[in-house]
């Protein structure tokens, strides 16, 4: 990704692990992006449309 570019990820919580509440696994991905570099932008979840799913918006600085 450019510089100052922004990215997109959705995050299916039960595809990752059912046996986890959806809120900590959002919580362990948007570390893991920030780990990478990534400033995240915005999280927003897709309930009631898409249950145990989170959209979350990124930048790289």
Do not use: C, R, W
Not at 27 to 51: D, R, T, W
């Amino acid at each position: 990704m450019k510089p100052s570019g922004f990215g997109m990820i959705a995050i299916k919580s039960q595809s990752i692990d059912v046996t986890k509440s959806p809120e900590v696994i959002y919580k362990q991905e948007i570390n893991k992006l920030k780990k990478a570099g990534f400033a995240v932008e915005e999280q927003i979840e897709l309930s009631p449309y898409q249950g145990d799913h989170a959209f979350v918006l990124v930048k790289k600085p």
